[in-house]
């Protein structure tokens, strides 16, 4: 069974910085096409904020380009998201998530993947 487990949520300053992990089990991270971070504040929709592609090529949600880095580390089948200069805006829980069949490609939406972790806080305070 796949499972998504996500951590290093929190509550940080504007301009602070957090780095949030996910790690895998039940498959590889290698073993799929994209691999994602998402976003979400309650009552709106789940937004892409970061994308991987099993070829290494990297997408971001404009508003996070220059300040997000998503990374993944085969070996220890871990997706990570570098997070620095936060802002109040960052404010939502974030997940990660995990598509097989075709690469990225672009912000994929979240009906395109797969598998999903339950999520980790990320709170940022001006």
């Known amino acids: 069974q796949v499972q998504l487990l996500e951590s290093g949520g929190g509550s940080v300053q504007t301009g602070g910085s957090l780095r949030l992990s996910c790690v895998a089990s039940?498959?590889?991270?290698?073993?799929?096409?994209?691999l994602a971070w998402f976003r979400q504040v309650l009552g709106k929709e789940r937004e892409g904020v970061a994308y991987?592609?099993?070829?290494?090529?990297?997408y971001y949600a404009d508003y996070v380009k220059g300040r997000f880095t998503i990374s993944q580390d085969n070996a220890k089948n871990i997706l990570n998201l570098q997070m620095n200069s936060l802002k109040p805006e960052d404010t939502a829980m974030y997940y990660c998530?995990?598509?097989?069949?075709?690469?990225?490609?672009?912000?994929?939406?979240?009906?395109?993947?797969?598998?999903w972790g339950q999520g980790t806080q990320v709170t940022v305070s001006s």
């Open positions: 998530s995990a598509r097989g069949g075709t690469r990225c490609y672009g912000r994929r939406p979240s009906g395109d993947f797969d598998h």
């Open positions: 039940g498959y590889t991270t290698s073993s799929y096409a994209c």
């Open positions: 991987i592609s099993s070829d290494g090529t990297q």
